[in-house]
């Protein structure tokens, strides 16, 4: 099995942009599409970003998923910071042994 | 609109078993898979197991596998985790997810989450 890495706090100033990074231990990044999850305090998850880049239907475009082989992680950029945008974010991927998440990153806007 | 909602859970003995309930609507229940997520308190997201549209194929996580079993009951739009001998690092919230796509087999993602149902164990 792997390991999804995430940095355990970010923050921006609204109206900024910040990219939260996550970092397949083994095997290839490009192997396996990379999903992205918000869940708001209190709040239960929702999907942000699905197949690495493809946004569920009624996210703002402020929201952008890519990979980078070179670095073998994965990246959500948010970009024209919104206080709504204060969550924590998780990435997930899989392999043949299942699911795996990363241990989220704390989003602050402050 | 597609809504998810889980039953079932509360304080349970160590050792004990419990039965949560996942009600879909809003969709075509028997065309997408199921899965099951949990949230154990102040920490992350673990995945536990998923079921097929029709039942035929199933997938669980190490963590859980030989004491959960995923059903679903596609008359009643429901799906069921029955969990067995639950240990006290299996306290925290469970969600019951649909996946992204329809049909056979499962995706990479879900695209819909419910509300969750909290499961303590302890004594």
């Known amino acids: 099995n792997f390991m999804l890495t995430q940095p355990h706090s970010v923050s921006g100033s609204p109206g900024k942009t910040v990219t939260i990074s996550c970092t397949r231990s083994?095997?290839?990044?490009?192997?396996?599409?990379v999903q992205w999850y918000q869940q708001r305090p209190g709040g239960s998850p929702t999907t942000v970003i699905y197949?690495?880049?493809?946004?569920v239907s009624g996210v703002p475009d402020r929201f952008s998923g890519s990979i980078d082989s070179s670095s073998n992680s994965a990246s959500l950029i948010i970009s024209g910071l919104k206080t709504e945008d204060e969550a924590d974010y998780y990435c997930?991927?899989?392999?043949?042994?299942?699911?795996?998440f990363g241990g989220g990153t704390k989003l602050a806007v402050l | 609109q597609v809504q998810l909602v889980e039953s079932g859970g509360g304080v349970v003995q160590p050792g004990r078993s419990l039965r949560l309930s996942c009600v879909a609507s809003?969709?075509?229940?028997?065309?997408?898979?199921i899965h099951w997520v949990r949230q154990s308190p102040g920490k992350g997201l673990e995945w536990l197991t998923v079921?097929?549209?029709?039942?035929?194929?199933?997938f669980y996580a190490d963590s859980v596998k030989g004491r959960f079993t995923v059903s679903r009951d596609n008359s009643k739009n429901t799906v069921y985790l029955e969990m067995n001998r639950l240990r006290a690092d299996d306290t925290g919230v469970y969600y019951c997810?649909?996946?992204?796509?329809?049909?056979?087999?499962?995706?990479?993602?879900?695209?819909?989450w419910g509300q969750g149902t909290l499961v303590t164990v302890s004594s």
């Open positions: 997810a649909r996946d992204m796509g329809e049909g056979s087999g499962w995706s990479p993602a879900v695209a819909y």
């Open positions: 809003g969709f075509t229940f028997n065309s997408f898979a």
């Open positions: 079921i097929a549209f029709d039942a035929t194929n199933k």
């Open positions: 083994s095997g290839s990044i490009a192997s396996n599409y």
């Open positions: 197949d690495n880049n493809q946004r």
């Open positions: 997930q991927s899989y392999d043949t042994t299942g699911w795996v």
